[in-house]
């Protein structure tokens, strides 16, 4: 009977260490083994880095083109990113707008370190980090062209010609907003700088526009265009994009936080633009 329950207790160990195995091991397929795919958080934590995708963009992005030094607000916020999680931050690929959402799914960078819109037409591809400023789109004319200052409303009539680029921001918010107007919609490839031309040079009427990108061409193409009076088109909030991984999220989220609330994010805001005409500052509990 003792021999019969030590068997009996072999044969239950034996069969529970088979299940073990089969369930804990990797599955095997083949004469390989399919292994556990390593998501992008685990690839940072291996590597001590996050490799961020770019745009080089005012004022987020600014690359020197003799010393390759980067600057900028969302520069100087990855570094202290970096800081704060003790990792090293890696600018490893200039991309455009167009190619963001694929870079991030091939794995070619981590995150999308520049101000990246929060926008409802891109959330299915990929996550959004908390904000750390505010964009402001604004509508954008010839200086001459005065049919719609204080009267936003007359651009939605089928004589205006609304110059957009395919899927992105101001084709949104024409066919929302102006649906009557004319959509001039180019390829979402083309360089943003061409939009500004093409109403510069009466190819179009109205474009919309980030505040940031307006001043920035205003500076190098003085008295060409000017933004419209009055409240703007959208205010956007600029995040870091990233891959659907919710551990990253979390991290990213976390420290983008402790930057707002800690003031760390105005001070770089403010180093970049000190007459806050290019964004909006979050508002931190307890201050004005």
């Known amino acids: ?3 019969s329950q030590t068997l009996a207790t072999v044969f239950i160990s034996l069969i529970i ?3 073990v195995v089969h369930f804990v091991s990797p599955i095997k397929k083949g004469d390989g083994v399919v292994q556990t795919k390593e998501t992008v958080f685990d690839r940072i934590m291996r590597t001590n880095t996050i490799r961020c995708g770019y745009i080089l963009y005012e004022p ?4 020197d083109p003799n010393s390759g030094q980067f600057s900028g607000v969302a520069v100087d916020m990855m570094a202290e990113i970096g800081k704060l999680l003790n990792l ?5 690929q200039e991309v455009g707008w167009a190619n963001t959402i694929e870079g991030l799914r091939n794995n070619h960078y981590d995150a999308m370190c520049v101000g990246y819109w929060r926008q409802s037409l891109e959330a299915k591809h990929v996550f959004y980090t908390m904000p750390f400023a ?3 789109a604004r509508a954008v004319v010839r200086p001459d062209d005065h049919r719609f200052d204080q009267n ?4 939605n009539q089928p004589d205006v010609r609304i110059v957009t680029f395919d899927g992105g921001l101001a084709a949104a918010i024409t066919q929302r907003d102006f649906p009557q107007a004319k959509n001039q919609q180019a390829p979402n490839m083309v360089d943003y700088s061409q939009l500004f031309e093409d109403v510069a040079t009466n190819k179009g009427d109205v474009l919309f526009a980030e505040s940031a990108a307006v001043i920035a061409y205003q500076k190098s193409n003085p008295g060409r265009l000017r933004m419209l009076d009055g409240a703007p088109i959208r205010v956007l909030q600029n995040t870091i994009g990233i891959p659907q991984d919710e551990r990253l999220k979390s991290m990213l989220d976390t420290v983008v936080i402790e930057l707002v609330e800690n003031g760390q994010m105005d001070k770089i805001l403010d180093k970049y633009d000190p007459e806050q005409k290019m964004l909006l500052r979050i508002k931190r509990p307890g201050h004005p």
């Not at 090293?88 to 490893?92: A, D, V």
């Open 17 to 19: 260490s088979l299940a």
């Open 88 to 92: 090293k931050i890696e600018w490893t």
């Open 152 to 155: 936003l409303e007359r651009i």
């Open 1 to 3: 009977m003792k021999r």
């Open 134 to 136: 505010y964009s402001m």
């Open 60 to 63: 987020f992005v600014r690359k």
